[in-house]
C-alpha cells in the first residue's frame, strides 16, 4: 500500500511536469524531472514484483532519453501518449486480477511507444536487456558440515547444476574451523530463473547456505564489481553479505547516473525541498480515528458544564472552564491537521481542461488563484466530482469555438478560471469561464415549458440562474459526449449540500459565468443554537440564523395562516411541535428562531432556545434518514439526541 501511495503522488507530480513541457517543450528541467519520475517507478515496481510497471516506464524512459539526447523534438503526440501512460500506470497498480481490459490497454501502449524506436534500436535494447536486465544476481556463501561427504552429498553435481541456471562466479577458501569442512565457497549467480530453482538444487545443503539476492542487475558483466570480489579472493573469510550489498549500491548508482539524466536541477516542478515544511504521512483512518477520539472529549466535556452548572459545584466550575479552553484549542488543532490545500487537486483540474479542450477541439487556458486555501479532507475527497461536473460544463456549452469567439471580438481560446479564498467559517471556490454566458430568456422558456415555473412568475436574476440546479432541466436541444450546461446540476448541488455548502450562479450573456462553491471548513463539528420542542431537542448551524423572536398572538396572520408578522414583514413559518407531533402541553410562549438562507427567511417555532451548542455531528440511522428537515444527529450530554435541522430544505420548503 506504501508503494501504491508513494507511487500515486509521484505520478501525480508527474503529470505537474508534463503539463508544464507541453506549454515549454524545451525545457531541460521538465524532461529531466519526467526521466527521474520513470526511473524511480521502475525501480519500485521492479521490489514488488511490477513487471508491466517496470517494462512499461523503462520504454518511457528511453523515449525521453531520445528527447534529451535531441534526437526526438516534443510533440502533441508524444504528450498525449505519455499521459496514456501515466493513466495506465494507476490502474495498473490497482489492477490485483489482471484486468484483461487493462493488460490489452499495456500492450497497445507499448506498441504506441515502440513506433518511436527503429528496429534496430529495439533489438539493441532487447539483447541489453538479456544481458542485464531481468537477471537477478544472487550471492550465496556456502560453509558445509564437516559430514557433508558422509551424507552423500554430490557437490559436483550441485555446482553443474548452479551453472546451468545462468551465469556464474565461484570462489573457493580455505576454511581454518575445525568443526566444518575445509573448504567453502562465495558462489555468485546471475539467472532470469526464480529463486526456488536454486532453492531446490541447494535442497539438500540448505541449512549450510545462506542466499541474498544482491542485485536486479547482471553485476557480473561490471568490471567494477568483479574487481571488487577479486580484491578480497586471497581473504580467507567470505566476504559478508552487507559488504556485497553495500558495493552492489554503488555500482548501481554509477550505472543510474550514466544511463539516466544529469543532476536534478532545483528548479524541477517535482522536486522542491524545504526544511521548514518537513512533513510524515499518517493514514487517513488514524486522523479520523483522532477526530472521534476528540468528538468524544468534546460531549464529556459538554456533560461536565452541564452537571456543575445543574448540581451547583462552584469548586469544580473553574477547572470545567479550563478543560472547555483545552478542549476548544484541542478540537482548533486536529481541524488544522485534517485540512489539505485545494492544491491537491489541481492536476485533475488542469488535465480535465485538457483532455476536454482536446476532444472538443477548442483552446482553453487554464489559470487558479489561491488554491493555498485549505479545507477538511473529507470535503476534499468528495469535492472533485461536483468540481469537475461544472468545469466540464464550461467548456463543452459554455466557452464558444475559435470562430464564434473571433466574431465577438474574443480571443480565439477561452480563460477558466479557479479560484478560492476564506471567508470567516467557509472557503468560496469560484469556476469562472470567459464563454457564452447563461440566457435568462431561454431558461425561462424552458422552465415554463417543463412546468417548473408559471408565465406569470416574477423571478429575479439569481433565481432564474438557480433554476439550472433543477432536476432535469436543460437548455441544451441536441445531447454531447461530454456534458450539457444543466443536466446533472441537480446532483452537483446535491452533493454540495450533503457538505452542508451552498451553491451561487451569476452570469453576463456573452460576457461569461461564475459559479461560486460556498463550504465549510469542516462537516464534523458545528457551532449550533440547541432548541427544544416538547421532549425533542434540535439544533440549527448558528451562521444560518438571522435573529430569535417570541411568538405574540396577534403576530399569526390570520387562523390557519402559514405566515407570520414580524416588524410588518410576512415571513413563512413551520411548527416544529406540529411538524414532527409533539402531545406535550405548551407551558411559556412559543418562540420563533428566524433562518436566512440564499435571500430567504423562514422561521421555525421551538418551545424553548436553551442557548448555544458544540454538536459532534453524526449521520442519522437507517430509521431516520428519510426524515425530512434532518441532515444529522448529535449526541447530547444526558444521553438525548439533538437533530440537526436542514436549513436549505426548510426554505425550500417555502420557495
Given amino acids: 500500500q506504501k508503494f501504491i501511495d508513494e507511487a500515486s503522488e509521484l505520478l501525480e507530480a508527474f503529470e505537474i511536469d508534463l503539463l508544464a513541457l507541453e506549454k515549454k517543450p524545451n525545457e531541460k528541467f521538465l524532461t529531466e524531472g519526467i526521466l527521474r519520475t520513470m526511473h524511480t517507478l521502475k525501480g519500485s515496481g521492479s521490489m514488488f514484483g511490477e513487471d508491466r510497471i517496470v517494462k512499461i516506464t523503462h520504454k518511457t524512459e528511453s523515449l525521453y532519453i531520445k528527447i534529451q539526447k535531441n534526437k526526438l523534438q516534443v510533440n502533441d503526440k508524444i504528450i498525449s501518449l505519455?499521459?496514456?501512460?501515466?493513466?495506465?500506470?494507476?490502474?495498473?497498480?490497482?489492477?490485483?486480477n489482471k484486468d484483461k481490459r487493462i493488460n490489452d490497454e499495456y500492450l497497445r501502449i507499448t506498441d504506441e511507444l515502440n513506433e518511436f524506436f527503429s528496429d534496430e534500436e529495439l533489438t539493441d535494447k532487447t539483447e541489453i536487456h538479456k544481458k542485464t536486465?531481468?537477471?537477478?544476481?544472487?550471492?550465496?556463501?556456502?560453509?558445509?558440515?564437516?559430514?557433508?561427504?558422509?551424507?552423500?552429498v554430490n557437490l559436483t553435481k550441485i555446482f553443474t547444476q548452479l551453472n546451468k541456471t545462468g551465469q556464474t562466479l565461484i570462489i573457493s577458501k580455505n576454511n581454518k574451523n575445525q568443526d566444518t569442512y575445509p573448504i567453502c565457497w562465495e558462489?555468485?549467480?546471475?539467472?532470469?530463473k526464480d529463486i526456488e530453482i536454486i532453492e531446490e538444487i541447494l535442497t539438500f545443503v540448505d541449512l549450510e547456505c545462506e542466499i541474498t539476492e544482491i542485485s536486479e542487475i547482471n553485476l557480473l558483466l561490471n568490471k567494477n564489481f568483479t574487481d571488487f570480489i577479486k580484491k578480497h579472493k586471497d581473504n580467507s573469510e567470505l566476504i559478508s553479505p552487507d559488504e556485497i550489498l553495500k558495493h552492489a549500491k554503488e555500482v548501481e548508482t554509477q550505472i543510474e547516473e550514466k544511463e539516466n539524466a544529469k543532476e536534478t536541477n532545483?528548479?524541477?516542478?517535482?522536486?522542491?525541498?524545504?526544511?521548514?515544511?518537513?512533513?510524515?504521512?499518517?493514514?487517513?483512518s488514524k486522523l479520523d480515528d483522532l477526530m472521534k477520539r476528540v468528538s468524544e472529549l468534546i460531549t464529556l466535556k459538554s456533560e461536565i458544564k452541564l452537571t456543575t452548572k445543574?448540581?451547583?459545584?462552584?469548586?469544580?466550575?473553574e477547572l470545567a472552564e479550563k478543560l472547555e479552553k483545552v478542549t476548544d484549542q484541542l478540537r482548533n488543532d486536529v481541524f488544522e491537521v485534517r485540512l489539505v490545500a485545494l492544491d491537491s487537486i489541481r492536476v485533475n483540474v488542469e488535465r480535465l481542461i485538457r483532455d476536454t479542450a482536446i476532444k472538443l477541439e477548442k483552446e482553453v487556458q487554464f489559470t487558479s488563484e489561491g488554491l493555498h486555501t485549505e479545507l477538511d479532507k473529507t470535503i476534499i475527497d468528495k469535492l472533485p466530482a461536483p468540481l469537475m461536473h461544472i468545469i466540464r460544463n464550461s467548456i463543452d456549452h459554455g466557452i464558444e469555438n475559435a470562430q464564434v469567439r473571433s466574431k465577438r471580438n474574443k480571443p480565439a481560446h477561452g480563460n477558466i478560471k479557479l479560484k478560492a479564498f476564506r471567508s470567516g467559517s467557509h472557503v468560496h471556490i469560484q469556476i469562472t469561464d470567459d464563454g457564452n454566458g447563461i440566457d435568462k430568456e431561454k431558461i425561462l422558456q424552458k422552465a415554463i415549458e417543463k412546468r417548473i415555473i408559471k408565465p406569470d412568475d416574477k423571478l429575479s436574476d439569481k433565481e432564474i440562474y438557480n433554476l439550472i440546479l433543477e432536476s432535469g432541466f436543460t437548455t441544451t436541444e441536441t445531447l454531447s459526449s461530454v456534458s450539457g450546461r444543466g443536466v446533472g446540476m441537480d446532483v452537483v448541488k446535491s452533493?454540495?449540500?450533503?457538505l452542508r455548502g451552498d451553491i451561487e450562479i451569476t452570469s453576463k450573456f456573452g460576457i461569461g459565468t461564475t459559479i461560486t462553491l460556498k463550504l465549510p471548513l469542516s462537516v464534523s463539528i458545528v457551532d449550533t443554537l440547541l432548541l427544544q420542542t416538547g421532549k425533542m431537542f434540535f439544533s440549527v448551524p448558528m451562521e444560518d440564523i438571522d435573529r430569535c423572536e417570541i411568538i405574540e398572538e396577534e403576530n399569526i396572520n390570520k387562523e390557519g395562516s402559514k405566515?407570520?408578522?414580524?416588524?410588518?414583514?410576512?415571513?413563512?413559518f413551520l411548527s416544529l411541535r406540529k411538524l414532527f407531533k409533539i402531545k406535550e402541553k405548551l407551558k411559556e410562549p412559543e418562540k420563533s428562531v428566524i433562518i436566512k438562507k440564499e435571500g430567504k427567511s423562514i422561521a421555525i417555532i421551538v418551545d424553548y432556545i436553551i442557548g448555544e451548542y458544540q454538536a459532534v455531528v453524526k449521520p442519522l440511522g437507517k430509521t431516520q434518514e428519510d426524515k425530512d428537515f434532518l441532515s444529522g444527529g448529535s449526541l447530547m450530554p444526558d444521553g438525548n439526541i439533538a437533530y440537526i435541522l436542514d436549513s436549505d430544505k426548510l426554505v425550500e420548503f417555502y420557495k
Fill in 266 to 284: 532545483t528548479n524541477s516542478y517535482s522536486q522542491v525541498s524545504n526544511s521548514d515544511k518537513a512533513t510524515i504521512r499518517v493514514q487517513a
Fill in 563 to 572: 405566515f407570520l408578522i414580524f416588524k410588518e414583514e410576512l415571513l413563512p
Fill in 82 to 96: 505519455t499521459f496514456s501512460v501515466s493513466d495506465l500506470i494507476l490502474k495498473l497498480l490497482n489492477d490485483e
Fill in 187 to 192: 558462489i555468485y549467480v546471475a539467472t532470469d
Fill in 133 to 152: 536486465k531481468g537477471f537477478n544476481l544472487y550471492y550465496i556463501s556456502f560453509i558445509p558440515d564437516a559430514d557433508i561427504e558422509e551424507r552423500g
Fill in 495 to 498: 452533493e454540495i449540500n450533503k
Fill in 310 to 317: 445543574l448540581k451547583g459545584y462552584n469548586e469544580i466550575t
